[in-house]
């Protein structure tokens, strides 16, 4: 079945430390891939987006993600984590490029002082 | 510029009385999203318009949910009879058409309904 998997719903790391937060999707072909980022109380933000061409993107708040077609991922890394960062970040997909977003279940993040 | 304005930010209703929500989406944005969000899930689509027609509504649970854009910018997404298992946020997003690559959807702060 098609789908989007964040096997990690929380995660912990200290600030300053570096972050991968996995996802997977399991579409026939390439879907549009994006990362989003929901504070609490507030509304979805777009982090970064990859469509094709250069699998590593670049996004906003110093994050970045790589997609790899042979494990059809697309994690998302940090090389150094700020206590602002702690918030939950969602994967989606978009299989047919028709803006019709499918979500992972979220990964929820905490920064240790 | 504005962002996606939704009201009210909480509600909380008893199970089977009817609720509304309402959206403005950023000015110009020809395409409106609605966006049902469990928690600890992420969010499902509900339903798309661009302008004023239903592009898709597939997720939609017509027996109770029902959503109208009658003018082409703002939105009302209404639930009734409303179940225990409706509480969730919904979400509002916009976005300047309804395809392409550099056509980003902008989100509302969402309305957290609660059911009793």
């Known amino acids: 079945a098609q789908s989007v998997t964040q096997p990690d719903i929380h995660i912990t790391v200290s600030e300053g430390a570096s972050l991968e937060l996995r996802c997977n999707y399991s579409?026939?072909?390439?879907?549009?891939l994006f990362w989003y980022v929901q504070s609490p109380g507030q509304g979805l933000q777009l982090l970064l987006k990859y469509f094709s061409g250069d699998t590593l993107v670049q996004g906003i708040k110093g994050f970045e993600a790589e997609f790899k077609r042979s494990q059809s991922s697309f994690n998302l890394r940090k090389p150094s984590v700020h206590w602002s960062d702690a918030a939950e970040y969602f994967c989606?997909?978009?299989?047919?490029?028709?803006?019709?977003?499918?979500f992972g279940q979220g990964t929820r993040l905490t920064i240790n002082p | 510029e504005a962002g996606v304005a939704q009201s009210p930010r909480y509600k909380i209703i008893e199970k089977r009385q009817s609720v509304a929500f309402w959206c403005n989406p950023i000015s110009g944005h020809a395409t409106l999203y609605w966006y049902q969000q469990i928690l600890g899930q992420g969010p499902k689509l509900l339903i798309q318009f661009q302008n004023n027609g239903v592009v898709d509504d597939s997720q939609l649970p017509k027996d109770r949910f029902s959503a109208e854009r009658l003018k082409g910018v703002d939105s009302t997404l209404k639930i009734q009879p409303a179940k225990l298992e409706d509480s969730a946020v919904y979400l509002c997003?916009?976005?300047?058409?309804?395809?392409?690559?550099?056509?980003?959807?902008?989100f509302g702060p969402g309305t957290r309904l609660t059911v009793l």
């Open positions: 997003a916009s976005s300047e058409r309804t395809s392409g690559r550099n056509n980003e959807q902008f």
């Open positions: 579409y026939g072909a390439t879907p549009y």
């Open positions: 989606a997909v978009d299989p047919q490029g028709a803006q019709k977003l499918v």
